[in-house]
Structure formats: C-alpha cells, structure tokens
C-alpha cells in the first residue's frame, strides 16, 4: 500500500513535466518592443507573434490606442523600452521629438527605423541619422522600411530581401537574425551614412521597368507612324482612298504584331543580350571578365522585356479574334458574294491550296507560339519557378525561349511569304512593317546557331573519337578509305 501510494503521489499532474520526455525545457521567446501602433506596427508585431517572439507595444495611451494582435501587450514608452533591447520606431520622423526625452531609457538599446519619405530630399539628413542624433546611446539601424504592411500581414516575405546599414555591426547582427525568422533576406549596406539611399528604395517607381516601358514605346509609336504613312497616308494621296478607319484597330494588330517591342522583337530583344554575352567570352577567351555596363543593364531587365512581349501578344490575338466581326471586313466579304453572284452564278469560287496551305500554317504557327509565350510567362512568377530546378528552369527559359522565337519568326515569315518579291509591297519604296519586325529576331537565331556551331563540333568530334576507339583496326581503316 505505501509503495501504490507513493506512486500515486509521483503521478499527480502538478507533479509531472509537461515537455516531451528527454526534452529540455522551452527557452522564454525574445521580447521585443515596437514603438507605434499604426498599420505597420500592428501588421509587424502579429509577424513577429506568429514567428514565436512576445511583443509589447509602447504608446502615448495604453488604455485607448486601438485594436493590437492578439496576445501582444501594451505599455508606456518607458515602460516598453525597458522590457526590451530590440525596438522597432514604426512612427513618422515628425513624431520623434518623445524620443529625445527617453533617451535614457534608450541607452545601450537597438533602435530599428522602419520610417521612410513622402518624398527625396524632403529632409537635410536622413531619418535614421537624426534618430540616431537624437539618442547617441541607442544603435540605430536602418532597415526593413522597403516592407510594407499588406506583405506582412498576408506573409509574402518568403526569400524577400531587406537592407541594413548601422554603424554597429553586432546591432545589425541582432536585426539580420530576426529577419532571418521572418523568413526574409537581410544585406548588411554599411554604415548608417547609407540609410538616405534605403530610404530612397520604396521612392522609386518601377525602376526596373523604365528601360523596357521606354523601349516598348517609343518602338511602337514609330512603327505605328511608319504604318499611318504606308497605310492611311499613301492610300489617301497616290489612290484617293479614306482608309483612316484602319487606324483605330487594324493597324494597331499590325502595330502589335510586327512592331518591335510588343510581341516578336521584344522576345527577340531578350535573348539577344544573352547572345553578345557568349560572343564576348568566346571572342575574350574567359567568362570571369565583367560584360559592360549596358549590357548588364540589358540582361538585368529581360524579365520584365518578355512580360511586356507576352501582354501585348495578348492583345493581337484580341484584335485577331475580334477581326471577322469588324464592319469593313464583313462589307468586303459581302461585298465580294454579290459580284461573284452578278457574272455568274454557276462558277464555284476558285480555291487556291497553296494559299490555304500557307494561311493554315500561319495560324497553327502562330497558336503554337502564342501557347509557349504563355508558358514562358508562367515560369517567370515566382510562385512557378520557385518549384522548379535550376535544369528545369534554365531548360523553359533559353530552350523553349529560342523555340518560341524561332516558331513566332517563322509566323511573320509565312505571312509575307509571297510578297517579298512583289513591287506593289514596297510602297513609296518603303518595305513593310513585318519585314522590319523580322529583322532583329532574325539575327538573334543566326547568332544563337554561330554561337552553338562550336558546341556542336565538339560534340560530334568526342562522339566519332568514342566510336573509333570501339571499333576494329580494319573497321578504322574501312571508314577512312570510304
């Protein structure tokens, strides 16, 4: 009986370790303190909750400041700075002056400023080098200001990279491996005197679209006038004929399949870069020499180059589809009925195969190549190739690339296949526009064949040189005399 009872004792629930057996117990989360309980406070500490931290909140009123993440709790300024070394300033620079106040209570503390401008050069000195004036005893960090409050609150911060600069390298440390629980990316950029270029970041405007938007337009506009003058502009003056109609969708498709940036060039335009790269290094003999600056800028912005391809396709297979429903058409179609039934009723229309041929081409050439440029856009998201392997992707991206490229050339060939030779296309001597379309694609296939010439003379040399050392001597001698 005493042993049962003794046992029983060593079994009560107050008694008995709640953690896994073998287990050490679980080690108090960090706490740390935000300063600001606006949308990017709040969406930050139910970021830094959900990723196992305890945080507390500092506010001017404790008691009325608003709704916080569950499981957060609030305090004064002072009383926050206290429980915590790690302090993120989630206030405006208009707002800092309490901080000047509290900078004993700040000493010896890491201040991360989140903060950022309406606009550059709004202030002398950056933000985070006046906070730091502010508080001399605090480690002020700039950093995780290019975060907005939409990304953390619906957690699309995986591989995302943040930048940090802090004239303290064991504060940015501290930063740099709680952004790496958040599943981000932290880049050490220096000391603090670089925090006005991270306060620029969120500034800017689709900086890695200018080059490609500016290409794309200004390609389009001059291919679009060049059309107005082949198209609208002749027809009015050497046949006096109004076609100023065209202008609004026909010559817009055209202008959309045979301009330069839209579809075909601007496909063109992103391989072309990676063609000049691996003529450079074979021309230099080495590929660790750095390529020039444009042509770095050129293959840096490829991505956004094939987006803008890939949505303005979209918009010629609109207009395509959209075609037999346009007035003019269907009035030339008509129009072409009745004066066929007028001199005869009897003769059936002539069919031409060669030209059904060449028009069915055409089309399944140009579904086919519309159907790869969609796959080519997909593996760009990062959703698409984050699931990929490296083989995979770079198999998509320049194998199926250059086989889209190629499909899509062919496409603008077989559509000008019998006109090449005919003076009536070149109006006023000027060839047409898909003629001009075919000519940047055109040299980047050439160049992409000169560049794999080598690669595949290598390939068939090691091949006969494997296949000679399996074979007999007279076999050897057999081939040779052949």
Known sequence: MTVVNSTSEMLKPESVSLHPLGA????????????????????????????GYRVVYGS???????????????????????????????????????LETMAPHLAGKVLVDLSNNLKKGIHPEPNAAYLQRLVPGAAVVKGLNTLSAWALQNGLLAGKQVYLCGNSAEAKRAVAEMSTKLGLTALDRGSLSAAGELEDFPLQLFPEWRLPLRVAVGLTAFFFFYLV???????????????????????????????????????????????????????????????????????LCRKQMGLIALGLAFLHVIHTFMTPTRYSVRHTLITLVVDEMKNNKTTPFYFDNTEAWGQD??????ILGFFLYVLLGL??????????????FNFIQSKLGHLTLFICTAHGYIYGWNTFLRPATYKWYTPPAYMLCLIVPSVVLVLKALVLLPCVDRTLTRIRQGWERNQPTEEIGKVTNL
């Open 24 to 51: 050490a117990a679980a080690a108090v989360p960090e706490m740390l303190c935000i300063f600001g309980t606006g949308d990017l406070g709040r969406s930050l500490g139910l970021r830094l909750l959900q990723s």
């Open 379 to 392: 593996t760009s998201l990062p959703s698409v190739g984050g699931s990929l392997s490296w083989r995979e």
């Open 229 to 299: 003058i082949r198209d609208v502009i002749y027809g009015y003056v050497e046949q006096d004929k109004d076609i100023s109609y065209r202008i609004m969708v026909s010559l817009a498709n055209k202008d959309v399949f045979c301009v330069c940036p839209p579809s075909l060039i601007m496909l063109a335009l992103c391989y072309l870069p990676g063609g000049i790269a691996a003529s450079l290094q074979l021309y230099r003999g080495t590929k660790y020499r750095r390529f020039p600056d444009w042509l770095d800028r050129w293959m």
């Open 361 to 366: 081409s055409f089309y399944a050439l140009g």
């Open 60 to 98: 001017r009123r404790p008691h009325s400041c608003g709704p916080l993440p569950q499981g957060s709790q609030v305090m004064s300024h002072g009383a926050a700075a206290q429980s915590a070394s790690l302090i993120f300033i989630c206030v405006h620079r208009e707002h800092y002056g309490f």
